[in-house]
């Protein structure tokens, strides 16, 4: 028996954490780390995969997840300056509280 | 399933609830910072060496970072007395907890499980830049170009709006009055 | 004989490993050369400090420690008796948790940097592929332990020194990263171990080290500069300014935890240095053939004196920067020359050897060198200053 459920049963467990606080927390920058963490989990089911494949030596779980990586803290730097920009026009980065369409 | 993967996966796990649970957000981006170095002890352990140390590099030295310097921006470390949760909590927990069960009970019913171990890759990073130079080359441009995007429009979303227009900040303080919680800090 | 002499501790070692059972031998082996390795670089912490205090006293006309021992000479033993039985102070305002684990997720960090520099022939901890993304990974933690130090205590002197020393070791890790891809690029290896295999030899009396090249000499300047700013080092030493914010992100912190940063800052400048020494200074190999009599681990050791002799004339004689300066330093001037640098490596490599490929590289190197400095000093008044009032 391979150790492959006990890294899937991790990866699940952290998109549903992360998942869960994406949708109940009210802080912006929360919802973010929650994102983030979704996508770690992902990356972590990828590499779990590449390991235990019949071809390692392809490589692609590899690379998708450097290019994952990649595109994760892209995705960071624009939401947190996203945010930065929110709390600079509501005063505020409650989720709750901006809810107006217009400034 | 080894000692050393347990202690893995609990960590990250525990780390991953505390980010996501606790009150003081710094207190957050710290257990986040646990459960980013957790998933790259598990990649380690899985012999992605390269994309190990890439994660420590990114995600604990930058993506960190950025999130602390956000949340110090925003001053949200002092939000004592707000709620944490939003209003919708409760269907938020039972949308998360739904997808937990979908992905237990997929990873239950998967073919893929009883597989054997395959032996080990031995895998240099040699191979991962050859890969990437070669097969990989059009998505590296174009996650180049992303990133440099990125950059530029990090930089133009946060930068200080004029000062002219209407709604600049200094006046919207002034227009809410001192009795707003969330202005006084300003000096 | 030298052969014996330039081995001596990797025999000693296994001398002291084969006197234990030999179920014990491979757990016992790695703790050897880690004991070892925090023996010495602790024990170059504590001469390190005493060569800094004399030689600043030196240069600022004075005469430093005197007193303790010999010529003042054991002054650290006394620092650290001093610090360890200081009373240990914990602001009433602070987060307990994280401002007891600041210092340590700081010491941790640049002990572990250690197992990757080969400090002598067959002398490195562990030899891997991925060596020196290895290094500046675990280095990179070491931000995190300034800013949980900075933002832990409470104090707003503290946390701007923590931002700023964030601010600045994020800008300058990028240089740095990038003028230690030009060796990687000639080396065609991530392992530090094949980096300094492949600057053995000499050419003519010449050693092949990557830093007697166009390139390489570019980006040893850059990657010795950005070292100093990465390890808070003056002229880049805002965070800790004593004149404007005290003492930066450890004002806090007293007794031993001052003495656990002390010591960090200081570790992590030796790592950074033994990695620059490793990349483009040819590691352990000796400069001329016929030094080669030598054993590895003292150039090795040689070398490392030296830069750090550099690091402390350069406190000494260097006015501290400016915010602003620094931040233009790095993404005006640091960057640009680190990406040309590159560029230029890649034109050397692609060139074959002779004359043509030094003029070309050099020029490569040089033109943006005059262009970026004449480009970042205008505008700017930097004739000798007048005074309007003191005259």
């Given at each position: 028996m391979s150790p492959l459920p006990g890294y899937l049963v991790l990866s699940s467990f952290l998109f549903a954490i992360g998942l869960a606080g994406a949708l109940i927390r009210r802080n912006a920058i929360l919802v973010l780390v929650g994102i983030e963490l979704m996508l770690n989990a992902a990356n972590l089911n990828f590499i779990a995969f590449w390991r235990f494949s019949e071809h390692p030596e392809a490589l692609t779980g590899i690379l998708f997840?450097?290019?994952?990586?990649?595109?994760?803290?892209?995705?960071?730097?624009?939401?947190?300056?996203?945010v930065i920009s929110i709390y600079r026009h509501y005063?505020?980065?409650?989720?709750?509280?901006?809810?107006r369409l217009q400034g | 399933m080894s000692f050393s993967f347990s202690l893995i996966a609990a960590v990250t796990a525990a780390a991953a609830v505390a980010a996501v649970g606790m009150r003081n957000l710094v207190h957050c981006v710290l257990a986040l910072t646990l459960a980013f170095a957790g998933l790259a002890a598990a990649y380690l352990q899985l012999g992605a060496q390269f994309v190990g140390f890439v994660q420590i590099l990114v995600y604990v030295g930058a993506v960190?970072?950025?999130?602390?310097?956000?949340?110090?921006?925003t001053r949200g470390?002092?939000?004592?007395?707000?709620?944490?949760?939003?209003?919708?909590?409760?269907?938020?927990?039972?949308?998360?907890?739904?997808?937990l069960g979908v992905l237990i009970y997929a990873l239950a019913s998967s073919s893929a499980l009883p597989r054997g171990i395959p032996p080990a890759p031995d895998i240099a990073v040699r191979q991962v830049g050859d890969a990437l130079m070669r097969r990989f080359v059009l998505p590296l441009e174009i996650v180049g170009l992303l990133l440099t995007a990125a950059l530029i429009g990090g930089v133009i979303i946060a930068m200080q709006e004029p000062k002219k227009p209407a709604a600049s900040p200094e006046q919207g303080r002034a227009q809410r009055g001192p009795t707003d919680p969330t202005t006084h800090s300003h000096p | 004989m030298s052969e014996t002499l330039d081995q001596i501790f990797v025999l000693l070692k296994h001398w002291l490993v084969g006197l234990a059972p030999a179920a014990w031998q491979p757990l016992l082996s790695p703790l050897v050369s880690i004991a070892a390795i925090i023996l010495a670089f602790a024990s170059l912490f504590a001469l390190t400090t005493i060569m800094e205090r004399k030689g600043l006293?030196?240069?600022?006309?004075?005469?430093?420690?005197?007193?303790v021992g010999p010529f003042g000479l054991l002054q650290p033993v006394a620092d650290g008796l001093k610090t360890l039985t200081k009373e240990d102070i914990v602001p009433r305002a602070a987060d307990r948790a994280v401002h007891f684990l600041a210092p340590l997720t700081l010491v941790v960090p640049s002990l572990l940097v250690y197992a990757v520099l080969p400090v002598g022939r067959n002398m490195?901890?562990?030899?891997?592929?991925?060596?020196?993304?290895?290094?500046?990974?675990?280095?990179?933690?070491?931000?995190?332990?300034?800013?949980?130090?900075?933002?832990?205590?409470?104090?707003?002197?503290?946390?701007?020194?923590?931002?700023?020393?964030?601010?600045?070791?994020?800008?300058?890790?990028?240089?740095?990263?990038?003028s230690a891809v030009t060796v990687i690029m000639a080396a065609g290896s991530l392992s530090t171990v094949e980096i300094v295999q492949k600057q053995s030899g000499y050419a003519g009396w010449i050693p092949n080290w990557y830093v007697l090249t166009p390139w390489g000499f570019a980006g040893f300047l850059l990657f010795m500069t950005a070292a100093a700013a990465e390890s808070n080092r003056s002229p880049f030493d805002l965070p800790e300014g004593e004149s404007e914010i005290i003492a930066g992100y450890y004002i806090e912190y007293s007794g031993f935890k001052f003495a656990l940063f002390f010591l960090g800052e200081y570790l992590g400048l030796f790592a950074i240095s033994g990695l620059g020494i490793t990349l483009f200074l040819g590691g352990w190999h000796a400069p001329l053939p016929f030094l080669e009599f030598v054993p590895s681990w003292a150039w090795f050791f040689a070398k490392l004196l030296a830069i750090i002799a550099v690091f402390i004339w350069i406190r000494g004689t260097l006015p501290r920067l400016r915010m602003d300066q620094l931040m233009n330093f790095a993404w005006k001037f640091m960057l640009p020359m680190a990406l040309i640098n590159i560029l230029a490596a890649g034109i050397w490599l692609r060139m074959s050897p002779g004359m043509a490929r030094?003029?070309?590289?050099?020029?490569?190197?040089?033109?943006?060198?005059?262009?970026?400095?004449?480009?970042?000093?205008?505008?700017?008044?930097?004739?000798?200053?007048r005074y309007r009032f003191a005259e």
């Open positions: 997840v450097i290019f994952s990586i990649a595109v994760a803290a892209a995705e960071a730097a624009v939401g947190l300056a996203l005063k505020t980065t409650n989720l709750d509280q901006v809810n | 960190a970072i950025l999130i602390v310097f956000a949340i110090l921006l470390s002092e939000s004592a007395n707000t709620p944490m949760l939003s209003k919708g909590w409760i269907s938020g927990v039972l949308i998360a907890v739904l997808v | 006293g030196r240069i600022q006309n004075r005469l430093g420690p005197n007193r490195v901890l562990v030899d891997f592929d991925a060596a020196v993304l290895f290094f500046f990974a675990i280095g990179a933690a070491t931000e995190l332990a300034i800013f949980m130090a900075g933002w832990s205590s409470r104090n707003k002197y503290s946390l701007l020194g923590a931002m700023r020393a964030i601010a600045q070791m994020i800008s300058y890790e990028i240089p740095l990263i990038l030094w003029v070309v590289c050099s020029l490569i190197v040089v033109g943006p060198y005059v262009m970026l400095g004449r480009g970042l000093a205008q505008g700017r008044n930097l004739e000798k200053r």
